[in-house]
């Protein structure tokens, strides 16, 4: 098998400090605990951000300094979410892309999503895909439901989305697929060949669909956006914690662990890139 990507997601959109004291929500406290995460073997960060009353926000600076102090310490591949929150407007998530991150978020399809609606239109989906392929950045596509799929690949067909693809299984939210073995192994067998993947098991389900990817040569995510637990009753007190748990569990699985750079080669990003943020501070303003 190929070296196992880990992806951490720090911080999210739901986590707030009532789930759980630790979770990262300034640009600084984000930054110090992906560059932990990435010590611990991480090569992609997933990232949110908050505004100082720790509400989710898409504001750029905010993006551009939390950013800029992680690639002040690292190398790893920075993965923007273009959603933010259920309740963001398509303008403010499409700006995103102009900051020209490596990878950004491509949610699949409109959802029930807990006690709300997360809704992605096939128009925005359309043009977010546009942006996307404008900033030469790469998709990961969330895909939350197996209409998901096919949704993105209405949108492959027109020429909007390029392989190799990159799809992100995220399992047991409310309103989308149950975290089980069967639904995971399911969505691998739907997705074009040559496409690679990684899963999400939400909340009490991170480690065991962790380790079902690990076995069937996918990649992971991990982090206080998925699950704040490390185990039953003990909250995780930080993200590399996670990390290092998928570190020791794969070497025993005997799937060795990709760096930042392996896992560009994987994914089909290109290493020449620079890979700092467009300079489009005070667009938003």
Sequence with gaps: ????????????????????????????EIADSVYEA???????????VRDESG???????????????????????????????????DEDRLRVCELGSEMATFDAGTMNFGSDVFYNTPTFLERLAVKLKEFQIKPEIEVFDVGMIENTMRIVKKGLIEPPFHFQFVLGIHGGMPATPKNLLYLTECIPPGSTWSAIG????????????????????????????????????????????????????????????EAREILGLDLTRNRKLNNVSGVLK
């Design 202 to 261: 939400a909340s009490k389900d991170q480690l065991a669909i962790n380790t079902m990817s690990i076995l069937l040569g996918g990649h992971v995510r991990v982090g206080m956006e998925d699950s704040v637990y490390y185990r039953r009753g003990e909250l995780a007190k930080t993200n590399s914690q996670f990390v290092e748990r998928i570190v020791d569990l794969s070497g025993t699985l005997g799937r060795e662990i990709a760096t930042p750079n």
């Design 38 to 48: 990435y010590q611990a073997g991480a090569s992609i960060a997933h990232i949110h």
């Design 55 to 89: 509400n989710n926000t898409l504001e750029l600076d905010t993006y551009i300094e939390t950013v800029n102090r992680i690639q002040d310490k690292c190398d790893i591949i920075i993965n923007l979410t273009t959603a933010g929150g259920v309740a963001m407007n």
């Design 1 to 28: 098998m190929e070296k196992l990507i880990i992806t951490v997601a720090p911080t999210g959109a739901q986590t707030t400090r009532k789930h759980t004291p630790y979770v990262p929500l300034s640009p600084k």
